[in-house]
């Protein structure tokens, strides 16, 4: 009787595995429009910010032609837009439209930050000025990178 459990249950965590997998395969070969992902964004961005850079940012990458579902924290879109095909911009190459920034949590800052590029500027949940948001972002020992999705 437990064995026979024991099946059933490893069979359901291993078909919920593959199933994951495949839709992760399935979002890595989404057509990618940055062009109307930083539109989007523009778009809808409030006046100022309202603390929801995560949502936001995943919503206009929704738009650019990627159907993520919530990742929580703005900091995870590193690991989450590396899975997404999505590559490490080297410092000081020239940003390209849609281009995003993921800050990891400093300070008081647990939750990082997310910004896509509109090709003029920096846009999370509002319009920002630069790419920092907060001084505890300008510390030197802030980590954040940039991220464009390969051709």
Same mark, same amino acid.
């Given at each position: ?9 490893? $069979? ?7 199933? $994951? ?7 890595? %070969? ?59 911009? $080297? ?19 647990? %939750? ?7 090709? %003029? ?12 948001? %907060? ?17």
């Amino acid at each position: 009787m437990i064995r026979k459990l024991i099946k059933i249950v490893f $069979a359901l965590v291993l078909g919920a595995v593959i199933a $994951a997998a495949g839709g992760l395969l399935y979002l890595r %070969h989404c057509e990618w429009s940055p062009e109307q992902a930083a539109e989007y964004a523009t778009e809808h961005a409030e006046p100022k910010s309202v603390g929801l850079c995560a949502l936001y940012v995943r919503k206009a990458i929704n738009a650019g032609g990627i159907p993520l579902c919530r990742c929580g924290s703005a900091w995870r879109y590193n690991k989450v837009l590396s899975i997404l095909n999505f590559q490490e911009v $080297a410092t000081g190459e020239k940003l390209k439209v849609g281009d995003i920034v993921v800050f990891q949590p400093i300070g008081g800052r647990k %939750h990082g930050h997310i910004a896509i590029w509109n090709g %003029h500027q920096w846009v999370s949940d509002f319009r920002q000025r630069s790419i920092i948001v %907060h001084s505890d972002y300008s510390n030197k020992s802030a980590e954040w990178a940039i991220f464009r999705r390969a051709s």
